[in-house]
């Protein structure tokens, strides 16, 4: 198994809601990570979780609140967004900080 | 500090053109290079990397080479199809034990059109 896979694909949300976006691999990556992409510019590194502990958080608002269960999944859990926060999620995994990233598909969130 | 800077796009190209996207980087030593691609709707996937100088990476048509010299790494294909129209990313990976935080150019999206 090669691939990063989130779930759901799309999600749409209201302010007052709480939802979670989950993220799940099987390469034996120890590293992953969330980032958010807004249209036309690059990602935007979130979170890193590195051997189940988490490592970087690049000032993300409590809004988002990342848990990472075991070594195959990461979970992002979202409560009171902006429509600001509306945006790609992305989910990725390496093996180590240097080595190539696999990403995941995405997850569109839409915060209405 | 490492940076990585990348031509603007959009770069419209008919299909069989040449495609050079341009990617130069200032870092500290000889870190290794990447090229990701997003299609449309899709997240990011790893293209091509070099892991030292005049090395060539290549996948799909593409190729880049390790340019120390001009710290470059500039991206290539000899003929385009529409199926290439995408986002493409020049990244610079992490450097130094404990550290993650990759650095991605502005992205070039590019059109190829039939």
């Known amino acids: 198994d090669t691939e990063v896979t989130q779930t759901p694909k799309h999600l749409v949300m209201g302010m007052t809601n709480k939802k979670s976006l989950k993220c799940e691999q099987h390469m034996g990556h120890r590293a992953m990570y969330w980032y958010k992409q807004k249209a036309k510019k690059p990602p935007e590194l979130m979170f890193v979780y590195s051997y189940e502990k988490l490592s970087i958080n690049e000032s993300v608002p409590s809004r988002f609140s990342p848990e990472c269960p075991n070594s195959s999944l990461l979970n992002l859990h979202l409560h009171a967004l902006q429509p600001e926060d509306s945006a790609l999620y992305l989910c990725a995994s390496s093996l180590t900080g240097a080595g190539g990233y696999t990403f995941g598909s995405g997850t569109r969130l839409t915060v209405v | 500090g490492n940076s990585v800077t990348q031509m603007e796009g959009p770069v419209t190209l008919s299909e069989e053109a040449f495609l050079t996207i341009n990617c130069t980087y200032t870092a500290t030593g000889y870190p290794s290079l990447f090229w990701y691609v997003q299609y449309p709707g899709e997240g990011l996937q790893l293209l091509l990397k070099a892991t030292k100088a005049d090395d060539k990476g290549s996948n799909k048509g593409f190729e880049a080479t390790y340019r120390k010299e001009t710290t470059s790494f500039h991206l290539e294909k000899g003929s385009v199809q529409v199926s290439d129209s995408a986002v493409y990313f020049c990244?610079?990976?992490?450097?130094?034990?404990?550290?993650?935080?990759?650095?991605f150019g502005t992205g070039t999206r590019l059109k190829v059109l039939a």
């Open positions: 990244a610079l990976p992490p450097q130094g034990s404990g550290t993650y935080k990759y650095i």
